[in-house]
């Protein structure tokens, strides 16, 4: 089977193969022709398998014909994350370099006026994450009765940011009869309900069966303590250790463990990066360019960049952390040993992440084996000078007040015993010192 046995047009066609794609990975050959026939999609496939071109290269081929409208997006694609979408904005522009499509990106982090320009010239396609297009809608500069088309990427990732609310939203301001196309790697409830309301009779295409790992992937568990360092210590040594290291991808579950963890590294020698959601868009889209061109070997993430991300020859995928979600599992370590590649995914367990290690042997379907544990050095990573804990009351003086030199000829004077010097004070009847307004002098007139 060929691209050119699927039924996409002739441009479409120059583009991949000008792309170096001869032959289309399974879910391509499944779901483009369904997609042509202007059928409900319903994809089930695990990351790296060319899902983003199962539905882009279709999509090209319908947007031959027609025009856009201000404001009235033909078709529309709604992702979890700025960085997937991005990135299918960078497939829209490979494969429809023959085509004259306006393509609009609707993310956060990026200014509302220019996007409001792009949308006032009419959209053929527009990428938007679900927060930034109902801020548009609920703004009024944008109209969703004009959409034709209806892509929801990466569903399940979107029940784990809490998007499905605003999922079941959108899907209702968008036409009744436009086609939709659903692509998820897991189907937990909640994501089944949601195809059972909104997908019309859907062709369901399935290449591999839920939260499935991919067979060219070694995966591997090491012991390690419970403290913070104890952690960063085993992976320091595991990294150093690592055969065939080309690059990798260290997953934490919280972003402040990705700030720690990042400085650390750097703080030991390695060429790392960090990438977590509370960077602007400018810092991840130059910390993820960075690792794509191998400037950088190590790249420190939360689960932001464990979906979909189109780094294609990653060798290494370290999870620092164990993921509290099984289905995370998953998706981390998706992202090496794709496109027929082998790669290595390591997982440092506490004796606390027990639980989660027996959930995600039950979810894939295997166990996972363990690695002879590394020999560690614990480093102190404290800095050698710490800073004081007290800062002096605002309007002291830090530096010791200087003491009036004694001329050189008087002699030193007897320091006055304590209890000649409480004598010399005026006291009252019981003993104690008298206030001082009463020792006063008070003028007295004749």
């Known amino acids: 089977m060929t691209f050119a046995n699927l039924g996409l047009s002739d441009k479409v066609l120059a583009a991949v193969t000008a792309a170096g794609y001869t032959q289309p990975t399974p879910i391509q050959e499944q779901a483009i022709p369904h997609v042509l026939a202007r059928r409900d999609v319903l994809g089930i496939a695990q990351t790296g398998t060319g899902k983003t071109a199962a539905f882009v290269l279709p999509m090209l081929t319908k947007l031959e014909q027609g025009r856009a409208r201000a404001r009235m997006p033909r078709t529309l694609i709604i992702e979890p994350t700025r960085e997937l979408a991005a990135q299918v904005e960078e497939s829209f522009g490979k494969y429809g370099v023959n085509h004259k499509l306006n393509v609009a990106l609707l993310i956060g982090g990026v200014s509302f006026d220019d996007q409001d320009t792009k949308l006032v010239r009419g959209v053929d396609v527009l990428i938007a994450t679900p927060g930034r297009l109902l801020d548009h809608f609920e703004r009024g500069r944008l109209l969703l009765t004009g959409v034709e088309l209806l892509v929801i990427d990466e569903a399940d990732r979107m029940l784990d940011m809490g998007f499905i609310p605003d999922i079941e939203r959108i ?6 009869t436009r086609q939709t196309l659903f692509f998820t790697a897991t189907m937990p409830p909640e994501i089944r ?9 859907p062709i369901k295409v399935e290449v591999a069966r839920p939260a499935s790992t991919v067979a060219t992937t070694t995966q591997q568990l090491v012991k390690t303590g419970r403290e913070g360092h104890e ?3 085993t992976l320091r040594e595991l990294i150093r250790s690592a055969e065939g290291l080309k690059n990798g991808i260290i ?3 919280r972003k402040s463990e990705v700030a720690s963890l990042h400085r650390s590294l750097l703080r030991h020698g390695f060429s790392v990066v960090a990438l977590h959601g509370d960077m602007d ?10 690792f794509r061109r191998g400037e950088v070997t190590l790249l420190v993430a939360s689960d932001v960049a464990a979906r979909g991300l189109d780094i294609p020859d990653v060798s290494h995928v370290y999870n620092f ?9 998953v998706h981390r370590i998706g992202r090496t040993g794709r496109a027929g590649r082998s790669g290595v995914a390591i997982t440092l367990a506490a004796p606390a992440d027990t639980k989660s290690v027996a959930a995600i042997e039950k979810l894939i379907g295997q166990s996972i084996p363990w690695m002879a544990t590394p020999a560690v050095t614990v480093v102190d990573e404290k800095p050698a000078v710490e800073r004081p804990r007290h800062r002096p009351a605002r309007g002291h003086d830090r530096r010791p007040a200087p003491q009036a030199k004694r001329p050189a000829s008087a002699p030193p004077q007897a320091a006055k015993p304590k209890a000649a010097a409480r004598a010399e004070s005026p006291r009252d009847s019981e003993g104690f010192p008298l206030p001082a307004f009463l020792l006063r002098p008070v003028p007295v007139k004749a």
């Open 281 to 290: 868009q400018p810092a991840r889209m130059a910390a993820l360019d960075r």
């Open 231 to 233: 952690k960063r210590a």
């Open 193 to 201: 309900r949601i195809t059972e309301q909104f997908l019309h009779n």
């Open 321 to 329: 952390d164990v993921p509290h979600h099984a289905d995370d599992y």
């Open 171 to 176: 899907c209702k301001l968008v036409p009744f």
């Open 251 to 253: 997953f934490c579950n």
